[in-house]
């Protein structure tokens, strides 16, 4: 990401579910903040951004609400970045229920058809779930 007038945001909230508006609310105030983004594209910011971080919630906190779930949002000329860090080991799986896909475990292919790029990152201290949206701007030029 470019550095021409970034704006940074960087909090932890603890890993539990009624903590995901105050996400939602803080990643379009950044979005609204920086410009560049329709209310369509904040939109679906928020929707990859609440996938990212209730995943986190559930699959990346092994104690619960003791453990944190980290965000640090930054946006520049070009993009908004949104990284979502856990606690907990990163499990890829399609989940299978009587032989059938089941209605859960969706979220890493609905935050891929709302930004523009999504990293999933393993470490040995948890997972850090990259999201990335360009500005309309940078996509017409591409």
Same mark, same amino acid.
């Given at each position: ?13 603890? #890993? ?9 609310? =803080?990643?379009?105030?950044? @979005?609204? !903040?920086? $410009?560049?983004?329709?209310? #369509? ?9 609440? =996938?990212?971080?209730?995943? @986190?919630? !559930?699959? $990346? ?21 949104? !990284? ?59």
């Amino acid at each position: 990401m470019k550095d021409n007038n970034l704006i940074k945001r960087e909090f932890d909230i603890p #890993s539990h579910s009624r903590h995901l508006a105050e996400v939602r609310q =803080e990643v379009e105030n950044v @979005a609204k !903040e920086c $410009g560049g983004f329709d209310e #369509s594209d904040i939109y679906q910011i928020k929707v990859a951004v609440s =996938e990212a971080v209730a995943n @986190a919630i !559930e699959h $990346g906190s092994p104690l619960g609400e003791l453990n944190k779930v980290h965000i640090n949002i930054d946006c520049d000329a070009e993009a908004m970045l949104i !990284e979502v860090s856990d606690q907990g080991v990163f499990k890829a799986r399609l989940p299978v229920t009587e032989g059938r896909p089941s209605h859960r475990g969706r979220g890493i292919f609905l935050m891929t058809a709302l930004v523009d790029e999504v990293k999933i990152m393993e470490h040995q201290s948890g997972t850090v779930v990259s999201l990335m949206k360009l500005k309309k701007s940078i996509k017409k030029i591409s």
